[in-house]
């Protein structure tokens, strides 16, 4: 099945989710746009140490909390897929680009990171 493209509505929009993370203090260490294998469509890929709660259910929560205050609805937000930062994709994103100093509109894809395959992405940060 063909994947459909990022389009810039799609950036901006990821930004958005960024920036109300931020704003709760929530910040995240890792986020970009990935295609994985596993699913058909984009993902929004976040890991925050802030958001490293005993339950994903909290993590997931508090991420949506975030969009609702920022005014996101349910047309408008996208697909998150939240990471523990322990989980090895995240490390190993984390260990290959630690020297970066700016890694935002960088492109991945074709690699394969700790245990996770990305087909596509756009990076917003990685530290």
């Known amino acids: 099945m063909d994947k459909t493209a990022l389009v810039s509505f799609d950036i901006e929009n990821g930004q958005r989710v960024i920036d109300a993370l931020d704003r709760d203090g929530k910040a995240p260490d890792v986020a970009l746009w990935a295609v994985l294998p596993e699913y058909d469509d984009w993902r929004l890929v976040l890991a925050s140490r802030q958001l490293d709660d005993p339950s ?3 993590s997931y929560s508090a991420i949506n909390s ?3 205050k920022a ?3 349910l047309l408008t937000e996208p697909t998150v897929f939240f990471c523990r930062m322990d989980y090895p994709f995240i490390e190993a994103l ?3 680009f630690a020297s ?3 890694t935002y509109g960088m492109r991945l894809g ?3 990171f700790g ?3 990305i087909e596509d992405a756009f990076v917003y940060r990685i530290r």
């Open 66 to 68: 975030a969009m609702r």
């Open 94 to 96: 984390r260990r290959t």
């Open 110 to 112: 074709g690699q394969k």
């Open 56 to 58: 994903l259910f909290e």
């Open 115 to 117: 245990n996770q395959y």
């Open 71 to 73: 005014g996101m609805t």
């Open 100 to 102: 970066a100093t700016d």
